[in-house]
């Protein structure tokens, strides 16, 4: 019989002083620990983190400058295991993602698990659109990368990580530090040969209005890692189009 699961939820913050809290409450119900990383926020965010933290269910982790979403995920999975926690439930520190939608990244866990859960998003009237379409040119170059359409929607912040697995993948390749993480990440995992379950999960924009994209720094970052992933899948092909004609053979 496989060990219990014992998850917790991993928020990364930076300077979310309006919104953590409610996100907090929000994820409450889970019944599960929250382990908050506070990436090199101000004064006012990082004194209120350090309040969030004297309850017994919150764990914090301090980065002293602000280092970007993918190393302080990181750092908040090197404190999962270091704390016993099996797998770790990331959710933005904003609050978009609806509360309700995220038990079922937790049904039927166990420790054994080795599936990353990914969320895909269902947008209300809130979102831009601008960042609603832009969204999509991502989506091709990930399945062209994977030569699959498995990965439904690799940016959205809702993922379910197995930590000692996905720590073991960090470690391998890193995966960057900033915006870049939340892709290239699946797409390592799936080139892998990883399993993925895409969940759905309503999204709206955001509680406190802030948004941490920085175009010229994050487009640079992100064009370049995609070029990286396209010469990754070029190395791959053979085994990448091997797995996908045993995957059709299965299924007829």
Known sequence: MADAANPCVLIPVYNHAGAIAATCAGVRPLGIPLLLVDD?????????????A????????????????????????????????SHALQVDADGQHEAADLPAFLQD????????????????????????YARYLTHALVWLNTLSFTLRDTMCGAKLFPVAATLRLVETHGCGERM?????????????????????????????????????????????????????????????????????????
Request: with cysteine; net charge positive.
């Open 109 to 132: 866990l166990d420790g054994a698990d080795q599936r990353l859960r990914i969320g895909y998003p269902r947008f209300d009237a809130s979102v831009p659109r601008h960042r609603y």
């Open 54 to 85: 004297e309850a017994d269910d919150v764990s914090l982790v301090r980065l002293p400058i602000n280092r970007g979403k993918g190393a302080a995920v990181k750092a908040g999975l090197r404190e999962a295991a270091r704390l016993g926690f």
């Open 40 to 52: 090199g926020s101000d004064a006012a965010c990082a004194a209120l983190l350090e309040r969030l």
């Open 180 to 252: 870049q993480f939340d892709t290239e990440l699946p797409v390592r995992w799936l080139w892998a040969g990883g399993e993925v379950i895409n969940l759905p999960v309503r999204v709206h924009y955001p509680l406190d209005g802030v948004s941490h994209f920085a175009m010229a720094r994050d487009n640079v970052l992100l064009t370049l890692m995609h070029l990286r992933l396209f010469a990754g899948m070029l190395i791959r092909l053979p085994r990448l189009l091997g797995r996908r004609l045993t995957q059709r053979r299965k299924r007829r």
